[in-house]
């Protein structure tokens, strides 16, 4: 006795064949996609990549605005993989099973300087929390951006007391935490509390590698991680060529 295969049976396996390849393509990965776990930093000439977790962080953690830019790779200090970065420095931390941790700018900024930072006298002030970790109060201008920011998680505690400080050419009120160095800056409006650039000046401090590096393939992206659109070139315009008046021909001379 022969099998006849039904008509019907062999029309619903060959419609969920097509229907797997279709489902197959379309949950593929694009490769824009992809390319958007390696990006590069047009600015500063480094990547930031998930190699080591740093980019989840760095997307979680408001990056743009607490971590800013990358400028240098990473690689390995004391048993850490670490990452300079403008205004921090992310380091993977095996004891703490992986964890990525910030780390402590503002304290290893003030110990390379050996500036050391009084405790104030009345630490009950209006308007002024005490901090008994560390002895020092936070209030405004800087309290609200530290709360808003991230709190102690991104900043740490405070190591000082608001100070008047030349960063740069300019004379700015400044307040030290464990991770990082706030600057009030009253001419910049809305944004008049930013934060240090500590990461660079400590990674200027260590000698670290901050030459720009090839982009090996990463996604290009600006310091808020938005992709770069290509500027287009103008096309060169080139002059028409000047075109010399020929000279008339001299008349023949007349026989004499």
Not at 13 to 36: D, F, K, V, Y
Request: with cysteine; glycine share 10%.
């Amino acid at each position: 006795m022969s099998f006849q295969p039904n008509r019907r049976l062999l029309r619903a396996c060959l419609i969920s064949l097509l229907l797997g390849i279709a489902a197959g393509l379309w949950i593929r990965p694009s490769t824009s996609e992809a390319e958007t776990e390696a990006l590069y930093f047009v600015s500063s000439g480094h990547r930031l990549t998930n190699e080591y977790g740093f980019l989840n962080y760095w997307r979680a953690g408001d990056g743009s605005r607490t971590i800013g830019a990358p400028i240098s790779e990473p690689f390995e200090a004391q048993g850490l993989i670490v990452q300079y970065f403008e205004y921090a420095r992310l380091e993977k931390h095996p004891q703490y099973d992986g964890a990525i941790l910030r780390g402590r700018l503002g304290a290893e900024y003030a110990d390379a300087l050996w500036r050391s930072f009084h405790r104030p006298l009345n630490p009950e002030q209006p308007g002024r929390h005490r901090f008994s970790e560390t002895g020092h109060t936070l209030g405004e201008p800087f309290a609200a951006f530290w709360e808003t920011n991230g709190g102690i998680d991104v900043f740490g505690f405070p190591i000082s007391e608001p100070e008047w400080e030349y960063v740069g050419t300019d004379l700015i009120l400044v307040q030290y935490f464990e991770r990082a160095r706030l600057e009030h800056r009253p001419a910049s409006g809305t944004d008049a509390v930013a934060i240090g650039d500590l990461g660079r000046t400590l990674a200027l401090l260590h000698g670290i590698p901050t030459g720009a590096v090839d982009p090996a393939g990463a996604f290009s992206v600006d310091n808020n991680g938005f992709a770069v659109v290509p500027t287009a070139v103008p096309p060169t315009q080139v002059p028409p060529t000047a075109v010399l008046p020929t000279a008339a021909p001299l008349p023949a001379p007349t026989a004499v």
